[in-house]
């Protein structure tokens, strides 16, 4: 019994374990804003002198709006504040005074390029070309950039990532820790096996996204598989197999004047192998919002509903007791604080119908995380290193007691964990990572309540 409940947090950890390991870049992009300005400017310089100087600049350039080097300094200091109109504004307004400066151009094009702007972009890229007496280091970027254009403008993209690792948990099962129980009032002394156990896993997971552009105001048509796997050393019955494909296109809402949203309607269909046999299976529909209300926010946001049945094995023989529909809401908030911290809020809830009421529930919950980039500390891998933390809550409620358990009380779980990952890229498409996780259930009933410990090493192929 007491390994049947403990297979219901199991199922609802397929998926999750599944989008983190899969939740790494997929795209390589060109290098942030490329120092074409004044290298003088220190990296380390506070924001408050940085603001402080931005100001000052501006009291100068408006008594000497002919002044260009004040205005490239202004320019300069607004880039590295992150105020990028001003930026654009500033270096705009220098073209009207010398409209033959390639620099200048290249500036306007990346910071275009910065904020989605393509073709305004392209045309300030292609404009720098065209000066006369263009230094070949402008020439060299433009020419990146141009490709990179030419890249996003290709009617078919396409990106994946693929991940492969060790994973040990010290509660894999995700039982209960001690032995002694409470069911319906009495005590009772679970068998070793049925109590929470530690194992190691290896795993291989992933995700491919394709996209095709129909050509109308940026409208798409989008593919999305996502696929896990998992072996354990010992508690083979959790061997694990889990694949979700979406398809459906995504509207750009523009035309409706409401700019940087996407709009995504899609079809899901899913399912889930366990113990070497099929588990569940499940086809549905979506909704996703991709906004960008500025430069440094994005709002991911997402609402499915899928129809849900379950196989019957001797192992699990009553898992068809879950079959119903399962509606979830999910969205997540990311700012970029500074260049170097990217911080998120994320919040979800979802109903889970069951054809035994005891097993249909409602959660909601939240979290909040943040990506802090750094310099690595190894000469010889020069990309950028990353650290993630993360921590989380969810509350979750069933419609009604269980009679084996509990035969007056409906189960409600409280759930949080924490979790932190290090990211270590030793080439441009090819990483490392270690994450460890602490993951905490208390719930009125004795055998749904657990700790779990987790430690994984993982490496990453991006394409």
């Known amino acids: ?50 603001l402080a100087r931005q100001a000052s600049l501006l009291t100068i350039m408006l008594e000497r709006p002919a002044d260009l080097d004040v205005a490239f300094e202004y320019a300069t200091v607004s880039v590295m504040l992150e105020d990028y109109e001003a930026a654009i504004s500033t270096f705009e307004r220098m073209l009207i005074f010398a409209p033959d400066l390639p620099r200048i151009q290249l500036e306007l094009g990346v910071l275009y390029y910065r904020l989605g702007s393509l073709e305004t972009a392209r045309y300030y890229f292609q404009s720098s070309l065209e000066s006369p007496n263009v230094p070949p ?14 890249a996003k403008a290709q009617p078919t993209q396409f990106r994946a990532a693929l991940i492969a690792g060790a994973r040990y948990q010290s509660n894999a099962n995700a039982a209960p820790g001690g032995r002694r129980v409470s069911l319906n009032g009495r005590d009772f002394i679970l068998d070793d096996t049925a109590t929470g ?21 940026g409208d798409l048509l989008e593919a999305d598989l996502v696929f896990y796997a998992a072996r354990y050393a010992d508690l083979v019955r959790l061997d694990t197999g889990l694949a979700e494909a979406t398809f459906g296109p995504s509207f750009n809402l523009a035309r409706f004047n409401i700019d940087s949203v996407q709009l995504g309607l899609y079809g899901i269909a899913s399912g889930v192998r366990l113990n070497h046999a099929n588990y569940n299976g499940a086809l549905g529909l979506g909704a996703r919002i991709v906004a960008q209300p500025d430069i440094l926010t994005q709002v991911n946001a997402k609402v499915e509903w899928r129809n849900r049945w379950y196989n019957d094995t001797a192992e699990y023989p009553t898992v068809s007791d879950r079959n119903g529909a399962y509606l979830r809401f999910a969205s997540t908030v990311s700012r970029q604080v500074t260049k170097a911290l990217r911080a998120r809020v994320l919040a979800l809830a979802d109903f889970e119908e069951a054809k035994v009421n005891s097993q249909q529930s409602w959660e909601v919950g939240g979290g909040v995380g943040a990506t802090y980039r750094f310099r690595s500390p190894v000469k010889q891998l020069p990309s950028l290193w990353s650290v993630d933390v993360e921590a989380g809550y969810i509350f979750r409620e069933y419609a009604e007691p269980d009679p084996l358990i509990d035969a007056q009380n409906s189960q409600f779980d409280h759930e949080g964990w924490v979790r932190g990952a290090l990211n270590v890229p030793l080439k441009y498409d090819f990483s490392v990572g270690l994450t460890g996780e602490f993951r905490r259930q208390y719930s009125n009933y004795d055998l749904s309540t657990y700790n779990n410990a987790s430690a994984m090493f993982s490496v990453m192929k991006t394409f």
């Open 1 to 50: 019994m007491a390994w049947a409940r403990g297979l219901v947090h199991i199922g609802r950890r397929l998926f999750f374990s599944c989008s983190l390991l899969v939740a790494a870049p997929l795209m390589v992009g060109l290098p942030s804003f490329a120092q074409t300005s004044d290298p003088t400017a220190s990296a380390e310089t506070g924001r408050e002198a940085l």
């Open 137 to 150: 280091e402008v020439q060299s970027k433009v020419e990146t950039y141009l490709a990179a254009i030419n």
């Open 197 to 217: 156990q530690s194992d190691y896993n290896g795993f291989i997971a992933g995700r491919a996204y394709g996209s095709y552009d129909l050509g109308t105001q």
